[in-house]
């Protein structure tokens, strides 16, 4: 497989230049390219969401990987001129943007690492949080500041948090208004490493490399029986759980995966 970051796929799709993606082996690299601090806006949020769709219909792509341009920002959020007139209008449109954009990303169908590069503040951190696993550097600060302009988390901090830290952290952060570096953020669960400075990103690739040996059938079984919790007491799904895993014997993929562990081989998938 091939280490080399090249650029994905150009000119299939529109994508905003707030917004860069490469392809390392079968990793999607997406960096929110959006100076001075990788503020999300209606551009960037309608282009995540477009490319999540692509991304969803490429069999070759079986992870992604986000994190912000330059070494002081993964993202601060939203930009807040959007808000300064008080239009309730644009203001719903925006809510609704962060919505699609961020539950699209929580339900990308492979697996997705948030590389948290610097700040992730307000829908920054909402972004992080809807990806399935978080690598943050040390200098990192994390925060979900809305209430203290007067707005609140509408991009699903309010709901990903607590399912996260617990409530008594969540409302720590939210209401509180407290910041939290990475060495507090692994401790109480917000991200699953810390790295230095500068290598969330390699972290990150690697990490996402792994999941290349893993089936792309069983991820995509995998991950909704996982997150399903969220929604359901965990009792309720161990029947669905049974069945996914008999549901797996339809796939190719399902005997190319057992042979080859018979056979001492590299699996070949063909993601069927």
């Known amino acids: 497989m091939s280490t080399a970051i090249e650029p994905y796929k150009p000119g299939i799709f529109d994508l905003t230049h707030k917004l860069t993606v490469e392809k390392h082996g079968h990793t999607a690299l997406l960096t929110i390219n959006n100076p001075p601090a990788n503020t999300w806006d209606r551009e960037s949020l309608i282009g995540l969401r477009h490319l999540i769709e ?7 792509i079986y992870a992604l990987v986000i994190t912000g341009q330059g070494g002081k920002f ?51 951190l909402e972004c992080a949080m809807a990806c399935d696993i978080r690598i943050a550097e040390r200098q990192a600060l994390m925060a979900l500041p809305e209430a203290s302009v007067g707005l609140l988390p509408c991009a699903g901090g309010t709901q990903n948090l607590p399912w996260l830290v617990g409530e008594g952290w969540a409302k720590r952060m939210i209401l509180c208004g407290e910041r939290v570096d990475a060495d507090t953020a692994l401790r109480i669960g917000l991200v699953e490493q810390v790295v230095d400075e500068g290598e969330a990103r390699g972290h990150a690739l690697l990490l996402a490399s792994k999941v290349a040996s893993q089936s792309p059938v069983a991820v995509r079984a995998i991950k909704p029986l996982i997150q399903g919790a969220r929604e359901r007491a965990p009792t309720t799904w161990l029947p669905a759980e049974r069945e996914r895993f008999v549901d797996l014997f339809d796939a190719a993929d399902t005997r190319e ?4 562990f018979l056979e001492k081989r590299p699996a070949h998938w063909r993601n069927t």
């Open 54 to 60: 692509h991304l969803n219909r490429d069999d070759d």
């Open 74 to 124: 993964f993202s601060a959020g939203a930009d807040l001129k959007l808000f300064a007139d008080g239009d309730k209008a644009r203001a719903r449109e925006m809510a609704s943007r962060f919505g699609e954009a961020f539950e699209r990303l929580r339900d990308f169908r492979g697996v997705s690492i948030a590389a948290i590069n610097g700040y992730a503040m307000g829908g920054g």
């Open 257 to 260: 995966g057992v042979n080859a």
